[in-house]
C-alpha cells in the first residue's frame, strides 16, 4: 500500500502564492499518475490538476489554468502544486491522489474523477482571505 502526505497548506492573502507538497511512501509504485483534487464546505471534490508519471503531461481545471502548477520529483516521490494569484474562491482543503499504472499506457481513463484514483493523501487546508 502506499501512503501519500500533503504539507504545506495554510492562510494567504487574495493575489498571494502558495506551494502544497505530496511525499509519498510505502510501497511506492514505481509509475503513478498523480492528481490533485480539493473541495470546499458544502461542495463536491473537484478536479483541480493532473500530471503523468513521466511528467510530460499535464492537465488544469478551467478554474485554475495559468494560475497553478503542478510538478513532480520522482527521485523523492513528491509532486507538488505550485498555486499563484490565489483568489478567495480557491479557498478548500486540498488533496492529492495516485493512480498506479495499470498497463503500460494506462491512459484510457478520466483524471478529473476522483474515483478513478487508488490512494489519496489526508488532505491540506489552504484558506484565502479576501
Known amino acids: 500500500q502506499v501512503q501519500l502526505v500533503e504539507s504545506g497548506g495554510g492562510l494567504v492573502q487574495a493575489g498571494g502564492s502558495l506551494r502544497l507538497s505530496c511525499a509519498a511512501s510505502?510501497?511506492?509504485?514505481?509509475?503513478?499518475?498523480m492528481g490533485w483534487f480539493r473541495q470546499a464546505p458544502g461542495k463536491e471534490r473537484e478536479f483541480v490538476a493532473f500530471i503523468r508519471w513521466s511528467g510530460g503531461s499535464t492537465s488544469y481545471a478551467d478554474s485554475v489554468k495559468g494560475r497553478f502548477t503542478i510538478s513532480r520529483d520522482n527521485a523523492k516521490n513528491t509532486g507538488y502544486l505550485q498555486m499563484n494569484s490565489l483568489k478567495p474562491e480557491d479557498t478548500a482543503v486540498y488533496y492529492c491522489?495516485?493512480?498506479?499504472?495499470?498497463?503500460?499506457?494506462?491512459?484510457?481513463?478520466?483524471?478529473?474523477?476522483?474515483?478513478?484514483?487508488?490512494?489519496w493523501g489526508q488532505g491540506t487546508q489552504v484558506t484565502v482571505s479576501s
Open positions: 491522489a495516485a493512480r498506479p499504472r495499470r498497463t503500460y499506457y494506462d491512459r484510457n481513463y478520466d483524471y478529473t474523477q476522483d474515483h478513478n484514483f487508488d490512494y
Open positions: 510505502g510501497r511506492t509504485p514505481s509509475s503513478y499518475d
